[in-house]
């Protein structure tokens, strides 16, 4: 017989670095799950990511029970690795922080295609690009 889902949690948490401080205790803690288990079987899974945000899934059954799927990084946080950023521009519209090039936006789509709603690169690139925009980044070869 299925499990019964009794809730999905999402966060965002550095790869390799689950700890039971929060987010993750608390959110974990009041469906009664084993905290450490988690963080340990988490950590075990993204240590070759170490530093990069990784947004995780968690799915908590009735019995107590749970699975949890990684996703991707952040589009925002691929863009600021590739460029060496600390942060986006406040203001994205008058100040910008930086410039993306075509090959950066699609080396980053080829990242987050998993998450994406598409399986063209080109397409990908395009979303990337908005999201670097939104950043404050002049995107190379747009008006």
Do not use: W
Not at 64 to 86: Q, V
């Amino acid at each position: 017989m299925a499990k019964k889902i009794k809730t999905v949690i999402k966060l965002q948490i550095p790869g390799g670095s689950a700890n039971p401080a929060p987010p993750v205790g608390p959110a974990l803690g009041q469906h009664g799950l084993n905290i450490a288990e988690f963080c340990q079987k988490f950590n075990d899974a993204t240590s070759d990511k170490r530093g990069d945000i990784i947004p995780v899934e968690i799915t908590v059954y009735d019995n107590r029970s749970y699975d949890f799927i990684l996703k991707t990084p952040p589009a925002s946080e691929l863009i600021k690795k590739a460029l060496g950023l600390k942060k986006g521009s406040g203001k994205s519209l008058k100040e910008k922080v930086g410039k993306i090039t075509q090959k950066q936006l699609e080396e980053i789509a080829q990242i987050k295609m998993p998450d994406l709603n598409t399986k063209d690169v080109k397409m990908a690139a395009r979303i990337i690009a908005g999201t670097a925009k939104q950043m404050g980044l002049d995107v190379e070869g747009e008006k």
